[in-house]
């Protein structure tokens, strides 16, 4: 299974690595895009569930790494204001047409 690893730029201009499991982070987040602090929060949230999910599918349990990384993306947003915004400054590996 692809894992993968996104970084985001907090309101104080922070950057902080996150680690996924699956390339699912994709379907819910851009490099270059930026959203208000609850909305990355829950993209990530969801993101992580899915990533979650696909290694309980072929493993037969639960990501612990993916549920980790939610608990680090609601802490780190528990520090700034809902309508902040936050970038996401890079997400590696690309998905595999993007590298084509």
């Not at 894992?3 to 922070?14: K, L, N, Q, T, Y």
């Not at 999910?53 to 680090?72: L, P």
Request: aromatic share 8%; glycine share 4%.
């Amino acid at each position: 299974m692809p894992e993968m690893s996104f970084a985001v730029r907090w309101p104080d201009g922070r950057v902080e690595e996150c680690y996924s499991p699956s390339l699912v982070v994709h379907d819910h987040l851009a490099a270059g895009a930026t959203y208000t602090v609850t909305e990355l929060t829950d993209r990530a949230a969801r993101a992580m569930a899915t990533a979650s999910d696909r290694v309980r599918e072929r493993y037969g349990f639960a990501c612990t790494s993916a549920a980790a990384t939610t608990a680090q993306v609601r802490r780190s947003a528990a520090a700034y204001d809902p309508t902040a915004l936050v970038e996401v400054v890079a997400m590696w590996p690309p998905l595999p047409e993007e590298t084509r």
